[in-house]
C-alpha cells in the first residue's frame, strides 16, 4: 500500500493556553477536550485543531500537522526533499510525530496514528 500524505490538524502556539481557550470558546463558540494542563484539542473548528501552551513545546507560528500512514517514510521523504528536523519523533496520546522545517522556513509535523 502506498504511504499517503494530508493535512488534518493545525495547532496553535499559545503563552497562556487557558486564555485563548476562553478567547476561542466567546469568539466562536468552539468546545474544547484538555489533555492536561496545557493542552487543549478543539471541536467543531472545521479542521482537527488544538492549543499548545506549554511554552517548551510550543513553535514560534501555528503548526500544520500531515498525516501519514508511515512515519519512517515520512521521515526520509523529508530530508530527501530538503527538509530538517527540528524534533525527533515522540509518542503522545493516540499517536507518533516529529517535527521538522521545510526549505522556505514553515515548521511543520508528521504525525501516524498508534493503535
Do not use: N
Request: net charge negative; charged share 20%; proline share 7%.
Amino acid at each position: 500500500m502506498p504511504v499517503t500524505y494530508q493535512i488534518d490538524y493545525l495547532e496553535f502556539p499559545s503563552t497562556d493556553g487557558l486564555k485563548t481557550r476562553r478567547f476561542f470558546e466567546e469568539a466562536f463558540e468552539w468546545s474544547f477536550v484538555s489533555y492536561g494542563p496545557t493542552y487543549h484539542a478543539i471541536e467543531a473548528a472545521g479542521i482537527d485543531a488544538g492549543i499548545q501552551g506549554d511554552a517548551a513545546a510550543a513553535t514560534d507560528a501555528p503548526l500544520p500537522v500531515v498525516r501519514t500512514t508511515d512515519l519512517e517514510a515520512a521521515q526520509r521523504s523529508v530530508e530527501l526533499a530538503g527538509g530538517v528536523v527540528t524534533r525527533p519523533a515522540f509518542d503522545f496520546p493516540g499517536g507518533r510525530r516529529f517535527h521538522f522545517r521545510e526549505p522556505g522556513g514553515c515548521e511543520m509535523a508528521v504525525w501516524v496514528s498508534v493503535s
